[in-house]
T-cell receptor, first 111, second 113 residues
Framework: GENVEQHPSTLSVQEGDSAVIKCTYS??????FPWYKQELGKRPQLIID?????GEKKDQRIAVTLNKTAKHFSLHITETQPEDSAVYFC??????????FGAGTRLFVKA | DVKVTQSSRYLVKRTGEKVFLECVQD?????MFWYRQDPGLGLRLIYF???????EKGDIPEGYSVSREKKERFSLILESASTNQTSMYLC????????????FGPGTRLLVL
């Protein structure tokens, strides 16, 4: 069945450094790729998303890139801050009701 | 702001008990979802509903059922709770206009003893 693989499972960076999380999807019909952030004890919240007709999207310190040919997409966080520490989930959707989530990346930003 | 609420944050039940988890959203969303979240496995879809009284199986429906009698409310039922159903349960909703964007509830951490 369809799946989304996410790497790494854990990422530790120094404050101010960049963090990159990578995902690969299997369903070539996927056309919508959201990223959710889940802080400890809180609900997942959408932080950025990208559609398949766009190769890159940026919002302040976060950016997503999409390579449709390779079926890869990535989240980039620049100038990381302690409040970026959270679990990040990538996901892929074909535009229907089902969204397939990656297993999550736990990001630690050390002050 | 979309608000999705769940009936309990923490729940402890015994094996064999019938368990009800309730989710309510206040944004008139058509679509509602139940996921379970386990470490290393991400979010896995149990059931979803795209309209009142409509339900569809997700990836792991075994041992669960759902009910959607009103548009704003989506209930997850564990007919006979088992220890392997100990997990975090997350409800989500999405609207017809942007149905891929899901808004999550705070989660219910269920412990089955």
């Amino acid at each position: 069945g369809e799946n989304v693989e996410q790497h790494p499972s854990t990422l530790s960076v120094q404050e101010g450094d960049s963090a990159v999380i990578k995902c690969t999807y299997s369903d070539s019909a996927s056309n919508y790729f959201p990223w959710y952030k889940q802080e400890l004890g809180k609900r997942p919240q959408l932080i950025i998303d990208i559609r398949s007709n766009v190769g890159e999207k940026k919002d302040q310190r976060i950016a997503v890139t999409l390579n449709k040919t390779a079926k890869h997409f990535s989240l980039h966080i620049t100038e990381t801050q302690p409040e970026d520490s959270a679990v990040y989930f990538c996901a892929a959707s074909t535009g229907g009701f089902k969204t397939i989530f990656g297993a999550g990346t736990r990001l630690f930003v050390k002050a | 702001d979309v608000k999705v609420t769940q009936s309990s944050r923490y729940l402890v039940k015994r094996t064999g008990e019938k368990v009800f988890l309730e989710c309510v959203q206040d944004m008139d969303h058509e679509n509602m979802f139940w996921y379970r979240q386990d470490p290393g496995l991400g979010l896995r879809l149990i059931y979803f509903s795209y309209d009142v009284k409509m339900k569809e199986k997700g990836d792991i429906p075994e041992g669960y059922s759902v009910s959607r009698e009103k548009k704003e409310r989506f209930s997850l039922i564990l007919e006979s709770a088992s220890t392997n159903q100990t997990s975090m349960y997350l409800c989500a909703s999405s609207g017809q206009g942007r149905r891929e964007t899901q808004y999550f509830g705070p989660g219910t951490r269920l412990l089955v003893l």
